[in-house]
């Protein structure tokens, strides 16, 4: 397969690379790609460099795939010339996640709605990817109705900006370095708490929230899924942490609830109360899995679960399910 990475030198660029190779993605042609400011700067695949290129050059060297990670406006732009080549684009930015004709996919959800007509297809939001992957298998028992989700999301969900912001705050408290560094929030990320993630929506909800709700009823396919998301940034680089509470039409049993996630597929229960073991976004740093625990009964109402979901942003929540999404689509001949 020939496989552009486009936005190869960001952050979840440089996980796509890092992630195809540890998958063994059978790559005969790697075509590393960024916008113009970026262009001739190297990366690194499996032991080789490889010159970053433009986005029309890339086009001109026909890859199978294209995975973007480059921003809506350069989804916008370039993804149709791509598909308009025959490229398939698989897309991490969220400007294509909720057109009706654009599949948004989660391999282990809903990979079925995949077909070989598809040239763009859309890559979740991370912290909607990691509570559908923990909710379907509980969904399809119990039939959730309604969902209360707040979430804990590290900073590398913004990029490489918000790690050096929070790594300079860092050294200018336990080291007292003057060294300067550009601030990605408008306020300080380091020893704080920041409850806005993406801008404001005339509703006073966040974008952030707002594609928890609408990406989770896609993906799900069930529009009767009722969503509310408070969306916050801390002071955390491994991954993003979900409090859930889900209220379901049947009643469950907790031990069933149990096994259910521990059978579902990308999903690893850690809840060992005696022994203090629930999952933490530095555990699940570099693993491909969403992690669940915390896993008890809403006491306060009938039928209702709480759980605590933490997944590694950059992987599951972006570059492996991309990558996941572009193996369906190899192993089903639909590329
Ligand atoms: C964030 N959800 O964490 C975004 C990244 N896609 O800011």
């Known amino acids: ?31 590393p790609v960024a916008s113009a400011k970026s262009v001739g700067k190297e990366v690194e695949f499996k032991g080789t460099k490889y010159k970053v290129i433009g986005m029309e050059e890339a086009i001109a060297a026909k890859p199978n795939v294209a995975l973007f990670s480059a921003g809506g406006s350069t989804s916008t ?20 996640r909720m057109d009706p004709k654009v599949p948004l996919v989660v391999p282990e959800i809903n990979a079925d709605v995949l077909t070989s007509n598809d040239k763009i297809i859309a890559n979740p939001n991370c912290s909607t990817i990691q509570m559908v992957v923990a909710l379907a298998p509980l ?11 707040s979430t804990y999301q590290s900073v590398t969900g913004t990029g490489v900006k918000a790690v050096s912001q929070l790594r300079g705050e860092r050294q200018k408290e336990v ?84 096994h259910l996630l521990e059978t579902a597929p990308g999903v690893v229960v850690t809840d060992d109360l005696p022994n203090q073991h629930y999952p933490m976004p530095m555990d699940a740093h570099e693993k491909d899995e969403v992690f669940v625990g915390r896993i008890r009964r809403d006491e ?22 991309a990558v996941q999404v572009a193996e369906y689509l190899a192993a089903n001949n639909l590329i």
């Not at 969904?139 to 989700?149: E, F, L, N, S, W």
């Not at 306060?300 to 399910?321: F, I, Y």
């Open 300 to 321: 306060s109402q009938p039928n209702t679960l709480n759980l605590w979901v933490v997944s590694d942003n950059l992987r599951k929540g972006a570059a492996t399910n």
């Open 175 to 258: 080291a007292g370095s003057e060294e300067g560094y550009e601030m990605a929030y408008k306020y300080p990320i380091d020893l704080n708490v920041i409850p806005q993630i993406d801008v404001f929506l005339d509703n006073g909800y966040t974008k952030e929230e707002m594609k928890m709700v609408n990406e989770t009823k896609k993906i799900m396919r069930d529009d009767s899924i009722r969503v509310t998301a408070t969306t916050v940034r801390i002071p955390v680089m491994g991954g993003h942490s979900e409090a859930v509470n889900i209220e379901f039409e049947k009643d469950f049993d907790l031990a069933e609830v149990r």
């Open 77 to 96: 732009e370039w993804a149709p010339k791509f598909a308009a080549a025959g490229i398939t684009v698989v897309d991490n930015s969220s400007a294509w």
């Open 139 to 149: 969904h399809k028992a119990y039939k959730a109705q309604r969902i209360v989700v």
């Open 1 to 31: 397969m020939r496989v552009a990475v486009v936005g190869a030198t960001g952050l979840v660029g440089t996980k796509m690379l890092q992630v195809l190779a540890e998958r063994n993605f059978p790559v005969s042609e790697l075509i």
